[in-house]
């Protein structure tokens, strides 16, 4: 009797330290020094979670996994998609074991977050390039230029909220950036706070970071957006970047005009309309 009691003492503390397959796989921390927090695989940034956050892998998709950020520093949102790679044990090979696949999952959540972006998804903007005039894919943000001043310096973070303006955290500024090199994203919903990427001095990539909207100032054109004609595809495959199609080439493509923001016109368009509320193409 006492032999069992023993055993089964033993196989009770076990159980208490050593925790399943599926939830040894849930535990995890970020190891990248930052890893941006998107609404979707690949898509709008919502935040940045830091090197040594906690986070709780809930689901993952390609090379993307759904996380949820226990951190001691201010995130508009703990949820959203991290590269696998930013992680410290998905990243091992069987580190996502016992992780369902979601993908599809949080593919809307920037009606909540954005207000106004540059141009929308799956777009292409009408422009002249040495003496030609084409239709060119939108792969990244306008180029901008921000006021002087801390309170302008980019953030790596900013703090939501529901009864007043969203405010960035100066906590987390970034002060390492080649700020003649800055490109607008998109403002958030109320207004309040812009999304911006910026290269580190001599890097080939931006750090995606926020600052108050009111610190951004258009750069060689009237507008922080794209102020040419904007078209939204429906099928934007085949399309290569850097080259300008003519209008036969969008055509029959699901092609519309892009929609201004109606409530903050001045930062760009709504990013996805719905497409029975979208103009006609104008080509």
């Not at 201010?74 to 580190?95: D, Y």
């Not at 920037?110 to 002249?128: C, K, M, Q, Y």
């Not at 078209?231 to 970047?241: F, H, P």
Request: charged share 20%.
């Amino acid at each position: 009797m006492r032999a069992w009691a023993v055993g089964a003492a033993v196989a009770v503390t076990a159980g208490l330290v050593a925790a399943s397959p599926v939830e040894a796989a849930t535990a995890d921390t970020v190891s990248s020094d930052r890893a941006t927090v998107r609404e979707y695989p690949g898509r709008l940034v919502l935040a940045n979670a830091v090197r040594g956050d906690r986070a709780e892998v809930t689901a993952y998709c390609g090379g993307w996994v759904r996380i949820r950020v226990s951190a001691g520093h201010a995130m508009a949102t703990p949820v959203g998609w991290v590269l696998r790679g930013n992680l410290t044990r998905a990243s091992q090979a069987g580190g996502l074991d016992g992780v369902p696949e979601r993908c599809g999952t949080d593919g809307d959540r920037w009606r909540d977050w954005v207000g106004a972006i540059n141009a929308p998804f799956h777009s292409l903007r009408e422009v002249t390039v040495d003496g030609s005039t084409g239709w060119r894919r939108i792969t990244f943000g306008t180029g901008v230029s921000l006021a002087a001043g801390a309170e302008c310096t980019p953030s790596l973070n900013y703090t939501r909220r529901d009864e007043s303006a969203d405010v960035v955290d100066p906590g987390q500024r970034v002060t390492d950036l080649d700020l003649g090199q800055v490109s607008y994203r998109y403002v958030t919903k109320d207004g309040a706070v812009a999304l911006v990427s910026a290269p580190h001095p001599g890097g080939s990539y931006g750090v995606w970071a926020f600052v108050p909207a009111s610190c951004l100032r258009a750069k060689g054109r009237p507008t922080v957006y794209f102020d040419e004609p904007v078209v939204q595809l429906r099928d934007i495959s085949g399309l290569a970047t850097g080259v300008g199609y003519p209008d036969s080439a969008i055509r029959g493509r699901g092609c519309s005009a892009a929609v201004r923001s109606p409530s903050l016109p001045a930062y760009g368009y709504w990013p996805d309309p719905e497409q029975a509320h979208r103009p006609d193409c104008p080509v």
